[in-house]
């Protein structure tokens, strides 16, 4: 799946205005178009196909984070969604900058922290001296 996935998570949050095309008829918004070579391109929602000069242009203010990894700018959108969908990635340097979790994001390292969930270490189980080691 991934080599060298990082577990460091973001540094700040904020909102951003960022570029969206906005599929005419579904109105949904996607930041790719996918074009072919016509410069037609299937909408990922109903699967009809326009032109690219038929695709609106939105800015719709999105949240946003600084990979703490790399330092570069990682919106929470769907193409930054990886590994079924509870994680946020940063594919040029693998880092998960967040986790899904009920309606909001964990910073990564906040998930590995034994104390955020006082019932974590009860679930803990013995793995054995045998299994433990290589
Ligand atoms: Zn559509
Ligand atoms: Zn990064």
């Known amino acids: 799946m991934t080599k060298n996935a990082k577990l460091k998570g973001w540094r700040i949050r ?4 960022l570029p969206f095309f906005e599929w005419p008829f ?10 072919n070579e016509e410069g037609c391109g299937e909408c990922p929602e109903c699967g009809r196909f326009f ?12 949240p946003v984070t ?8 990682v919106p929470f ?3 930054n969604r990886a590994f079924g969908g509870d994680f946020y990635l940063r594919h040029e340097c693998r880092n998960i900058v ?6 909001g994001v964990l ?4 998930v590995l922290e034994p104390d955020w969930n006082e ?6 189980e013995k793995i054995g001296r045998e299994e433990g080691r290589t």
């Open 14 to 17: 904020g909102l951003k205005e």
């Open 26 to 35: 579904c109105r949904e918004h996607f930041r790719s178009y996918g074009g």
């Open 51 to 62: 032109s690219a000069r038929n695709l609106g242009r939105v800015s719709p203010e999105r």
């Open 66 to 73: 600084e990979c703490a990894s790399c330092g570069a700018e």
């Open 77 to 79: 959108t769907p193409e």
């Open 98 to 103: 967040g986790v899904e979790y009920k309606e």
């Open 107 to 110: 910073n990564t390292p906040k």
């Open 119 to 124: 019932r974590a270490g009860q679930r803990a």
